[in-house]
């Protein structure tokens, strides 16, 4: 089992729509989880991070958090063309030193905003 | 600020052939990271440093060197490039560890491509 994980996609949502991007972990202790754009060609940049269950809301992006479950999402609302783009799910995973405690990427999941 | 700057943006090495990746940033952070993603896949964390003087190996460290003399340079030594070395490597930094909120946000270079034929 891959230590985090995302539907490769490609998700293709009409202009106007809400976008939701899935990502699930394997280690029940991460606390830290991230969400990074990055568009064809250029570097990841963060757009939401989150710490505790539940929900948080920047402008259109909602990032929500099930420890339980082992998953953590990505709402984009009234989502543009501007949107398309590859996210990428970062955990910290569990560890006690080390590179345990940096971010581990999955593959990302490609998004396009049709309009 | 420039913030992470990284150098070359492109570059074809055959086989065999040796390189530096710099990587500088100018926020006065103290942690820095190479990473490489390969086409389709996330990015994999090569080496880290948490300051001057302090490396450490990350999830793919083989085949690859770093060292951090200053607290703005992180350079990556390639020795004996090799195909599949063939990636894209990023150079981030942040002010602090994961775990202590904004300041352990990462900031990203631009980028070097690298073909190894």
């Not at chain 2, 052939?17 to 103290?30: A, G, R, V």
């Not at chain 2, 300051?51 to 990556?76: M, Q």
């Amino acid at each position: 089992q891959k230590e985090v994980e995302q539907n490769s996609g490609p998700l293709s949502v009409p202009e106007g729509a809400i976008a939701s991007l899935n990502c699930t972990y394997s280690d029940r202790v991460s606390q830290s989880f991230f969400w990074y754009r990055q568009y064809s060609g250029k570097s990841p940049e963060l757009i939401m991070s989150i710490y505790s269950n539940g929900d948080k809301e920047d402008g259109r992006f909602t990032a929500q958090l099930n420890k339980a479950s082992q998953y953590v999402s990505l709402l984009i609302r009234d989502s543009q063309p501007s949107d398309s783009a590859t996210y990428l799910c970062a955990v910290v995973l569990g560890g006690s030193s080390g590179s345990a405690r940096q971010l581990t990427f999955g593959s990302g999941t490609q998004l396009t905003v049709l309009p | 600020n420039a913030g992470v700057t990284q150098t070359p943006k492109f570059r074809i090495l055959k086989i065999g052939q040796s390189m530096t990746l710099q990587c500088t940033q100018d926020m006065n952070h103290n942690y820095m990271y190479w990473y490489r993603q390969d086409p389709g896949m996330g990015l994999k964390l090569i080496y880290y440093s948490v300051g001057a003087g302090i490396t450490d190996k990350g999830e793919v460290p083989n085949g690859y060197n770093v060292s951090r003399s200053t607290t703005e340079d992180f350079p990556l030594r390639l020795e004996l490039a090799a195909p599949s070395q063939t990636s894209v490597y990023f150079c981030a930094s942040s002010r602090s560890v994961y775990g202590s909120g904004s300041r352990g946000t990462q900031y990203f270079g631009p980028g070097t491509r690298l073909l190894v034929l």
